[in-house]
């Protein structure tokens, strides 16, 4: 079974920075590339950001661009988000999510334009002011 789990949430003051990672349990697999998402209550998930798992290239939603890092170590299958200068509005369930993606190599790594077949449980972020 191939199954995907994240850590290093917990409470933080604005300001403050926190490393999230995720990594394979089970099964390891093959993928084009790893995201991380974020949902909080009463409002939909929404994308953080991605990474090509060849090649290292990112994307960053507006809201966190300039304050978080997606990295990943492809020898030890294992995803980063380092999320710095924190804000009240970052507190959420994050999740990270895996695509198995085998098509073009230009697709977008958006949601709405690449399917993420495997997803974590979520680890909580909690920013108080």
């Known amino acids: 079974q191939v199954q995907l789990v994240e850590s290093g949430g917990g409470l933080v003051q604005a300001g403050g920075s926190l490393k999230l990672s995720c990594t394979d349990s089970?099964?390891?697999?093959?993928?084009?590339?790893m995201g991380w998402f974020r949902q909080a209550p009463g409002k939909e998930r929404e994308f953080v950001a991605a990474i090509r798992w060849i090649g290292g290239s990112t994307d960053y939603a507006d809201s966190v661009k300039g304050r978080f890092i997606i990295a990943r170590d492809n020898t030890k299958n294992t995803l980063y988000l380092q999320m710095n200068n924190l804000k009240p509005e970052d507190t959420a369930m994050y999740y990270c999510?895996?695509?198995?993606?085998?098509?073009?190599?230009?697709?977008?790594?958006?949601?709405?334009?690449?399917?993420?077949?495997?997803w974590g449980r979520g680890t909580q972020v909690t920013v108080s002011s």
């Open positions: 089970g099964r390891t697999f093959s993928r084009y590339a």
């Open positions: 999510a895996a695509s198995l993606y085998s098509g073009p190599l230009y697709i977008s790594l958006r949601p709405n334009a690449l399917r993420y077949d495997y």
